[in-house]
DNA sequence: TGGTTAGTCGTTTTT
DNA sequence: CGACTAACCA
């Protein structure tokens, strides 16, 4: 096996004298490196793969190493092998050790939308604007380890004395719920780890070996996981690389790299330099934009793939034309090059900026995947059903229980639910406890409290229920008994209504294999979830479909030919970001995009778009005018010349015909 | 109590 | 232009 790989790559997978730290360049085979050290800790290092963690980012990430590693050895080796994201790990560890913060271990996990309605309760206001920005800056001060009260003391304005008190009314609104947030998976293991030395040496003797993936975009939090974890032996080896550090926003810390060396005196620096990716051409633009960076570490990216074509920069009149473009492009490409669908990749800064492309891609039946973006359990339909089930595994799960009382109506207003919120807050107990509390049920008026009562009895026999049938069955009989289909008929117009349904459909059956094929029951399915950004299991590589991702989501994967879009002043870099200094960062995603390609790269901008209903001009990315002169190709206003002729969609039709005829 | 409607507002990135 | 909300009516 390690014949396959070149001496830099050998040399990591082969270290194992202490802290190793792999600067692994985009597309120098670092996800191969770690599999392959997997591999070889278990077969040659004779070590056991229950004590081995390997850490990514996401859980698509996550997945594909774990069957990558599945092709390099046998099933019943890796037994007990850990291959999860962060936040799964701490989840994994505060369910086993919830009970010494003070949480049961059936705890909720918490989304952001939950999380934004506490906080928009306790502010007392809808200023989504205000809401978010409170929402971040406690994620900020939970990511940096600050408690509540030392936020309180903290506090140097009348404004942060304001926001750590929500802060604290929050974490006490979390706790009565039996919930956690995402930063809390991290943190709160964090804590246990640091005030008790028992559980922390149950965990380093359970995970000997950590790996992680991605390690400039860790936060300060989890390095401390890391390093709490690995203290003793310093057995980890990191893989990362400062020019694709783009989690900032979300408190990642570059620094975290430097401070390596700092606390691992013995630290081994590995450079993977050779790119396995992108033609030269491809590699050479990355190189000059990223040029423009400062550099943390020094390192030349190369490859042997060959020269490739130039990169082409086009300017469009508008967001319309510019997706009609790259349809057109793309069918045409496919057509001259006999490629496939799932070859061709279309990556933006902004979610919204898919809509777009989406209208021309189904206008010229070009089949795509969007990755990204909303998730398939944050559509309405879906998270009403997750209410119910949520509300089964954890009965304090006040959020759960108001969607799932409301939806469908069964005659709870919102009179009601608040005398029955008030009631529990008052007793400090969950909606759920109070509805059979004595001193309630005199509070309202029985045509009132009846529904109440049914629907808690109804959540208790599925509580029942649920550990001891399969998951699928109850599933279904719940939709069955709420009759969600009638529901979701009822309020929609039928078409909407039949695509909700089949999404509740795929849902039920994806919860009936995860409970056939895992062995779950539907309680420990809902506990994960919330952590869970992408249908598993969906075999993507199967369909043959165009791929659509932000930048962001991008990060890890490779397509052949790539269309990088909205290259705009305000949009990449992004305006905010502009505003706040940032310009590295979003030089770093310009970066990632560029290196996703292997053969051909297309990137596009609009001269003027619409925005808010204005047409507004719009300036090229000040990134454009970095990439080297000789390795691109410009038509539009950057080469002097008029804006690309804009293609209507019959015109498009016809220059597809007239290619097809060509070819036959 | 629940659904409809007319007005408002404004577009980063995600575990 | 379109999503999302707050007052309004049945």
Redesign the pocket.
């Given at each position: 096996m390690l014949h396959l790989l070149n001496p830099a790559q050998r040399a990591a997978v082969q270290y194992l004298d202490g802290p190793c730290l792999v600067l692994a360049g985009a597309g120098s085979g670092k996800t191969r490196v770690i599999t392959q050290k997997i591999a070889y800790l278990i077969e040659k290092a004779g070590m056991d793969a229950r004590n081995i963690a390997a850490i990514t980012?996401?859980?698509k990430a996550a997945r594909e190493m774990n069957e990558r590693v599945g092709h390099l050895m046998d099933a019943p080796r890796l037994r007990g092998l850990t291959v999860s994201?962060?936040?799964?790990l701490g989840m994994r560890i505060l369910r086993e050790e919830a009970r010494h913060l003070g949480y049961k271990p059936q705890f909720s996990i918490l989304d952001?939308a939950d999380a934004g309605k506490i906080i928009s309760d306790t502010l007392g206001t809808?200023d989504?604007?205000l809401i978010r920005s409170a929402v971040s800056r406690i994620s900020t001060l939970k990511t940096d380890r600050i408690s509540p009260d030392r936020a309180i003391l903290m506090a140097e304005s009348e404004g942060e004395l304001h926001l750590a008190r929500v802060y604290r009314i929050y974490q006490d609104t979390l706790m009565a719920y039996q919930a956690v947030d995402?930063?809390d998976l991290i943190r709160l293991p964090v804590d246990l780890f640091e005030q008790n030395a028992e559980v922390l040496k149950k965990w380093q003797q359970r995970l000997r070996y950590l790996l992680i993936d991605e390690y400039q975009d860790t936060n300060i939090t989890q390095y401390l996981m890391v390093k709490l974890l690995t203290d003793i032996t310093g057995q980890f080896t990191a893989v990362g690389d400062d020019d694709q550090s783009?989690y900032a926003?979300?408190g990642a810390d570059m620094e975290n790299l430097r401070k390596l060396q700092v606390d691992f005196p013995k630290l081994h620096v590995i450079k993977l330099e050779q790119n396995y990716r992108s033609v030269a051409r491809i590699l050479k633009c990355a190189n000059a934009v990223i040029a423009n960076n400062p550099k943390l570490f020094e390192k030349t990216l190369w490859s042997d793939l060959g020269i490739g074509d130039p990169i082409q920069v086009v300017e469009c009149k508008s967001e319309e034309h510019e997706a009609e473009l790259v349809a057109m492009k793309l069918l045409a490409h496919k057509f001259e090059a006999n490629t496939s669908y799932k070859d061709y990749a279309i990556l933006y800064?902004?979610?919204?900026q898919a809509r777009i492309i989406e209208t021309a891609l189904r206008t010229h039946k070009i089949p795509y995947l969007i990755s990204?973006?909303q998730?398939f359990f944050d559509r309405a339909e879906i998270k009403d059903v997750l209410a119910y089930l949520r509300l089964v595994a954890n009965e304090n799960d006040d959020p759960a229980f108001i969607r799932a009382v409301?939806t469908p109506?069964?005659?709870?207003?919102?009179?009601?639910l608040e005398r029955l919120g008030a009631y529990a807050a008052d007793r400090q107990i969950s909606f759920f406890q109070a509805v059979y509390e004595e001193g309630f049920i005199w509070q309202v008026q029985a045509t009132?409290y009846e529904p109440l009562k049914t629907f808690c009895d109804f959540i208790g026999r599925l509580q029942y229920r649920a550990p001891r049938e399969p998951a699928g069955q109850v599933l279904n009989e719940l939709l069955e008994a709420i009759d969600y289909e009638t529901w979701l008929y009822?309020?929609d117009e039928p078409k909407p209504a039949e695509g909700k349904w089949k999404n509740v459909l795929e849902f039920v059956q994806w919860v009936t294999r995860q409970g056939e094929e895992k062995g779950k029951d539907l309680i420990e399915i809902v506990q994960t979830i919330a952590?869970i950004?992408m249908l598993e299991g969906r075999d993507e590589e199967d369909v043959d479909a165009l791929k659509m991702s932000?930048l962001?989501?991008s990060k890890g994967l490779e397509y052949p030919h790539v269309f990088l879009i909205g290259c705009e002043e305000d949009i990449l870099p992004?305006a905010?970001?502009i505003e706040?200094g940032m310009v590295e960062e979003e030089r770093r995603l310009m970066y990632v995009g560029i290196t996703r390609a292997q053969r051909t790269l297309t990137i596009t901008y609009c001269g003027k778009r619409?925005?808010?209903?204005e047409w507004q001009v719009t300036e090229p990315s000040r990134f454009l005018k970095e990439l080297p002169a000789e390795d691109i190709r410009v038509s539009g206003r950057l080469a002097g010349g008029k804006p690309e002729q804009a293609i209507s969609k019959t015109e498009g039709r016809a220059m597809l015909a007239g290619l097809l005829a060509k070819l036959s």
């Open positions: 980012f996401t859980n994201t962060f936040h799964s952001s809808t989504k604007q995402f930063d783009i926003w979300r800064r902004g979610n919204h990204g973006g998730s409301t109506k069964r005659g709870v207003g919102n009179i009601t009132q009822d309020s952590l950004t932000t962001h989501a992004h905010n970001s706040g619409k925005r808010a209903g």
